[in-house]
């Protein structure tokens, strides 16, 4: 599960749907991503973090 | 916009299993196909079985090519994308494949000194279960068939499947353009003597290749209605009606088939012409082959409507379900070699034909109960998963959860009842069973339609 993507979102107050819209991708997209259930590409990771005005670091780094 | 490199993505693989799937459906046939001739029928006719041996060869090529040209693509994400570009071309070749061999086979068919026209048995037999795989792949993913168009208006959408219907057109047109050159070519320069005949070889041809445009496209207008419905109900949260039309025509159709089976089985020592039988017969195979596939469509979109389907557990059972389909159509064909051959052995002794008619009456039994065992299981697995999800309407959607165990009491049913000769009991009882399972589905349907499936928890 990504919590921080979805804690980030809906700090903006985007739905699933918003972001989908913002970034072109299709809401169930945002939702697998958000589940853990896509590993996206690093062009879809920078999309996601322009959208919601963030680093990569803030979104999908993974402490060990 | 709508795609993205996630559909990208899962439309690669969904492609790439279909094709394997369809290509070991392919090979089977031809086997199945070339066993039977040999045994049962008086004389082998390769012809018979050459769409299906082309196809199961090109779909082997077009695999075989995909997996060399980008091994170990596992670990290199660039050589993974391409590999998903291949396939979701590849699987079009094979479509093409399918259109074109059909349209040059035909005329091979009735040129090979062949009375009738030759039957579709691709898209009877191998085209319904690869549709329903293919859907049933691309669903577990979420992803949706025109996902390029789906969100677009009304009008914008129905013209771009249109132009989509066209475009395959096109390629039948092209298709069939050669093969009618050919022949030509052929049926002017070696037949010349046959005369009429020449005509209707021509004439097959065009047939052929209308026949394959308007089945395909039949189906693609079929997926793409069925998408439309239910991605908005999905954005409700609601049953798409479309589940319910899906469910109605394949109870429709099982009732129509075992209607055949009474009239045949009732009275059909009765008529005067066999042909009537032999239409009946034709109807009740029909029948049960499209009851099939809607049942399966109608499964397959309640599930995606219910957000069950990402739940890798359910899409086996599912597949499994089509696998055990494709099992029982090899043991029917199998049985009924043996069947022949056993009976060929006890030729004019009826008292061990009656022992033999008994004891494989007694194995079909055995075999029956082993399905029976399996559609429990499937059943009592689905119930498992499903009690899971927090739905609305709770126990309403065991319903048509319920249809995979009606089949085991059909396969069960089937077995004993072959044993007393008198199968149209059975038949009633199924015709009033189906009717009884569809008019209890609508009412709860009726109740539920509205009401949000999903809890807001």
Redesign the interface.
Known sequence: MNHKMREKRQACGLSQADLA?AI???R??VN?VENG??N??L??CLKICRALGCTLDDLFWEEK | MFYDERIHTGRGKAFRKTMVFATVLFFLYAVIHTVYQLIAMPSFNPVSIMTESLCALIGLGLILYGEIAFAGSQADERKAYQKDCYFAKAFYYLLYSVAGAYCVIAPIYLLSDNTGYPPNTVLFFIEIPCWLFLLLQFKKDEIPINAEILLEDKKIYWTKVLKNILKFGGVCVGLTCFSFTVTLFYLVVYRSDVGLFSLAVLLAILFAGLLTWISLSLEYALFSVAERVSEKAKQKGTLSPITIIFLWVGIGAGIAADIGRIIISAAGYEFNSADIVVAFNYIDRSMAVIGGYFTGLFLVYFLSELRALPDRKLVKILSGNLLIRVINYVYGVLSSIIFMIMLDMYGGNPEAEYIFYVNSSMLSTAISVFFMIFYACLTGLCFKILSGYTLAGKWYWAVPVLTFFIKAIDLVLNGIIMIVYDRTAFWLLSVVGTTAIGILYCLVYKKIKEKPLLSAE
């Open positions: 819209k072109g991708v299709a169930q997209t697998m259930e896509y996206p590409t062009s879809l």
